[in-house]
């Protein structure tokens, strides 16, 4: 079992900045796929980014070039640095883990990008 504690979301105007934490409580950590999923009111949740512990990373398409995921493996910690927000990256951000068949997700945290 994963437990993971997403921080760091909150209410940002168009156009700023915003830092997500998630922290990871398992022995195993660098064996798993960490990463970011939002869900909209209404919408299926969408990848918003994951990262592999040899450094690969994979962005979904609405966040290219304005997100940037990082992992530190000492700390158990997956970060999502969000840039040039939009209204439409109003969503609850959720943390995953995965490994083979197994799947974890944190409560979710709200952003909400608005003026």
């Known amino acids: 079992q994963v437990q993971l504690v997403e921080s760091g979301g909150g209410l940002v105007q168009p156009g700023g900045s915003l830092r997500l934490s998630c922290a990871a409580s398992?022995?195993?950590?660098?064996?798993?796929?960490m990463g970011w999923y939002r869900q909209a009111p209404g919408n299926k949740r969408e990848l918003v980014a994951d990262?592999?512990?040899?450094?690969?990373?994979n962005y979904g398409d609405p966040v290219k070039g304005r997100f940037t995921i990082s992992r530190d493996n000492a700390k158990k910690m997956v970060y999502l640095q969000m840039g040039s927000l939009k209204p439409e990256d109003t969503a609850v951000y959720y943390c995953?883990?995965?490994?083979?068949?197994?799947?974890?997700w944190g409560q979710g945290t709200q952003v909400t990008v608005s003026s």
């Open positions: 995953n883990a995965r490994v083979g068949s197994k799947n974890f």
């Open positions: 990262i592999q512990d040899g450094g690969y990373i």
């Open positions: 398992t022995r195993f950590y660098r064996s798993y796929t």
